[in-house]
């Protein structure tokens, strides 16, 4: 599983890495999206379930899967739905207002 997560992880970021370079912004957004997903598949492996026992208190000393690392991804789930929210509705603004949506436009915006 440990192999298939890190090959998982690798996969988002290169992908998202290569759509960030893109001309089109909405390839960036979905880039941005994907490592954000990578991201939190990170945070969800270093909660230490290996699925071994289920995550239930137990008497005794027994390694247990640790809560933080699942609210962190949670909460990051929350944030990078409402950023990707923002930038599609940003990116629509644009887009009508310019009638495209590659880099170039925003350049234009500036000036």
């Known amino acids: 599983m440990t192999l ?13 890495v ?19 997903h990578a991201a939190n598949l990170i945070l969800v492996g270093s909660g230490g379930f290996l ?6 208190i137990l008497p005794g000393p027994l ?9 962190l991804v949670l ?3 929350v944030i990078g739905f409402g950023v990707s929210a923002f930038l599609l509705v940003l990116l629509y603004w644009i887009s009508r207002v310019r009638g495209g949506a590659a880099v170039s436009d925003l350049m234009e915006l500036r000036g």
């Open 51 to 56: 699925g071994r026992r289920p995550p239930i």
């Open 4 to 16: 298939s997560l890190i090959l998982t992880i690798g996969t988002l970021v290169g992908v998202g």
């Open 63 to 71: 390694p247990y899967a640790d809560p933080l690392p699942q609210a």
């Open 18 to 36: 290569f759509l960030l370079l893109r001309r089109n912004l909405l390839k960036l957004i979905i880039g941005l999206s994907l490592i954000s």
């Open 75 to 77: 909460t990051a789930i």
